[in-house]
Structure formats: structure tokens, C-alpha cells
């Protein structure tokens, strides 16, 4: 049987379990059909959500689903939705300080699998929103939301055309802006996280860009002990929004 191709539009896949739940759940995601390969008590459950959601129900093979999708690893099941429902930079700047941060911006990252594993570890550490530029960068598409794991349904992602304008509206804001760098002028641990942040985070190959450099109000570098130079982006990023939770949960607890 030949494979079969995916079909020429602007629709987006969520697959694997965890994923097709929680966009299910959500009411970030707009979605247009549920596929199923296999009937069993999980599957069943997200047949159960779709039809409350009203979502036409279809099974197909696994071969055929692996092809719709363009890979095998999706468990036996996966939504088709529209494009992905990106925040406005209006909607951003609509929140107040509270609600926008911690906030994450990605300079130009270039892999989806480094965006989708920011975009999980992000929302685990607590993260309110995650921006990235409109070119030259990945995008969120359904191998990203694949790796997320279902922080796509749950975190608003928002997609800029100038990210240098954006760092300046989020300053007039009150928001620090904070950037990772192998340079920088202080220790990840030693530096105050409290305050209202954005944490800037660069591409693979070429870190921070210079003139989003000159918009930080700290550089900070993740202390180094072993013999690598660097570290992979989504790691750093990790690393960093669990500092931030670190100092904000003892500062809660201070107050007590």
C-alpha cells in the first residue's frame, strides 16, 4: 500500500496520548477531527472528549494514520486542528505584569525539538508566556507539540515580527529583561530573579543576537564546572526558569 500523503492545507497534527488530551481539554485549541488507530481504555477516553467537544470521530489504520501525520510515533491517535493559535503581541501587552511574567523569549532558535522541549520545561517551571519571532526561527508545528508533550495547550506562545521592539514594550512594562550568555557579566545564581523578568535565550549557533544584547538588563552566564563550554539551549533554559522558581518559592516563604 502506498503511503499516503498529508493532506495540502494549513492543518497542524497533535499526536500521542498525553498531547491529544490535554488539547482536548483545552480551550486554547481549535480543532477539527479526531483519528484513532486502536481501541483501547485511553483512546476511548479521548473518543469520550472528542465527541463532548463534538468533534467528528473517525478510525483509520496505523499505516494510514503514520502517514497523515508524517511519522509513527503517535500512539495510535491524533487530532487535526487549524493553524496554531499564536497571542497577538496586542493581547501580550493587554496583561498586566502579573499575568505576562516569567516570561520567555527565544532569539531565532532553529530546532524544533530545542523549542518543543523550552515550551515543556517552561510550563512545568511555571512560565506565563513563551515569545518567538514571526522568521528565521522554528515554529510550532505538530513534531514541536509532539515534544511539549501537551504545554502547548496550557501556555500561550506568541509570535512577534521585531523582537527589539518587543523587549522595549516589555520594559515600559516593568519587566527585566534577563539573557543568557556564555559571556555574561554575572553568575546565573548569584544574581536576584524576584523582580518582574523576561528571560532571553539564544539561538544554537550564534547565542543572543548583539543589538537584542544592548536591550538586557543583565547577562548572566550558568556557572560552568566540568570541561564543555557550552550547553544545548533548552537545557540553559531549564536550568535558568528553575532558578527563577527556586528564588520566588523561598521569597514566599519568607513572607510567612
Known amino acids: 500500500m502506498p503511503k499516503p500523503k498529508p493532506p495540502h492545507d494549513k492543518s497542524i497534527w497533535i ?14 485549541s481549535t480543532l477539527q477531527e479526531l483519528i484513532v488507530s486502536r481501541t483501547d481504555k485511553r483512546t476511548s477516553e479521548l473518543v469520550e472528549l472528542g465527541i463532548a467537544r463534538g468533534l467528528p470521530v473517525r478510525h483509520a489504520e496505523r ?20 493553524d ?15 499575568e505576562l511574567e516569567p516570561l520567555v523569549i527565544l532569539d531565532c532558535l532553529q530546532d524544533p525539538q530545542n523549542l518543543g522541549a523550552i515550551l515543556r520545561s517552561a510550563c512545568f517551571l511555571g512560565a506565563k508566556h513563551v515569545v518567538i519571532p514571526k522568521d528565521r526561527a522554528a515554529q510550532v508545528t505538530g513534531a514541536v507539540i509532539k515534544v511539549a508533550a501537551g504545554a502547548t495547550s496550557y501556555l500561550p506562545v506568541v509570535r512577534v515580527t521585531n523582537l527589539a521592539v518587543t523587549l522595549d514594550h516589555l520594559k515600559e512594562r516593568g519587566l ?33 543576537r548583539p543589538l537584542l544584547r544592548k536591550g538586557c538588563d543583565m547577562l548572566l552566564r550558568i556557572p560552568q564546572s566540568g570541561p564543555l563550554q557550552s550547553l544545548n539551549a533548552a537545557t540553559a533554559a531549564a536550568i535558568a526558569l528553575a532558578e527563577v522558581q527556586r528564588q520566588r518559592m523561598q521569597w514566599q516563604v519568607s513572607r510567612k
Open 15 to 28: 499526536s500521542g496520548i498525553n498531547p491529544a488530551r490535554a488539547a482536548l481539554l483545552s480551550d486554547r
Open 63 to 82: 499505516q494510514v494514520l503514520s502517514g497523515l501525520v508524517g511519522h509513527p510515533h503517535h500512539q495510535g491517535v491524533a487530532l487535526r486542528g487549524s
Open 84 to 98: 496554531f493559535p499564536y497571542l497577538s503581541i496586542d493581547e501580550l501587552l493587554a496583561k498586566t505584569s502579573e
Open 176 to 208: 527585566w529583561v534577563v539573557g543568557l550568555d556564555v559571556e555574561g557579566d554575572k553568575g546565573l545564581f548569584e544574581a536576584d530573579l524576584s523582580a518582574p523578568l523576561a528571560l532571553l535565550v539564544g539561538s544554537e549557533q550564534k547565542g543572543i
